[in-house]
Nanobody, 114 residues
Framework: QVQLVESGGGSVQPGGSLRLSCAAS????????MGWYRQAPGKQRELVAA???????NYAEYVKGRFTIARDNAKNTVYLQMNSLKPEDTAVYYC????????WGKGTLVTVSS
């Protein structure tokens, strides 16, 4: 059974940092493209960042230079380091594992507010 479990969300002031983690089980983790998506209230889910099995990364334009995605295949975990957070980064962040099928975690809430 595939499980993706996100952690690390919370409340932070503008300019602050958070690190999200996603622990995967039940998948051949190293073969998957791993991604982070987010969904703000009233908006569609959107890609934040992704990292392929080979380590190639892709970022949404609005997070470039602020967020960093990384993976640890030995721990079956993908991370999202978020710096210089802005109120508009407030959303539920979802972990995604993609190979032939998409798998999703349940999400973790990030709130950026003063």
């Amino acid at each position: 059974q595939v499980q993706l479990v996100e952690s690390g969300g919370g409340s932070v002031q503008p300019g602050g940092s958070l690190r999200l983690s996603c622990a995967a089980s039940g998948v051949a983790f190293s073969a998957y493209t791993m991604g982070w998506y987010r969904q703000a209230p009233g908006k569609q889910r959107e890609l934040v960042a992704a990292i392929t099995a080979g380590g190639t990364t892709n970022y949404a334009e609005y997070v470039k230079g602020r967020f960093t995605i990384a993976r640890d295949n030995a721990k079956n975990t993908v991370y999202l380091q978020m710096n210089s957070l802005k109120p508009e980064d407030t959303a539920v962040y979802y972990c995604n594992a993609k190979y032939a099928i998409n798998y999703w975690g349940k999400g973790t809430l990030v709130t950026v507010s003063s």
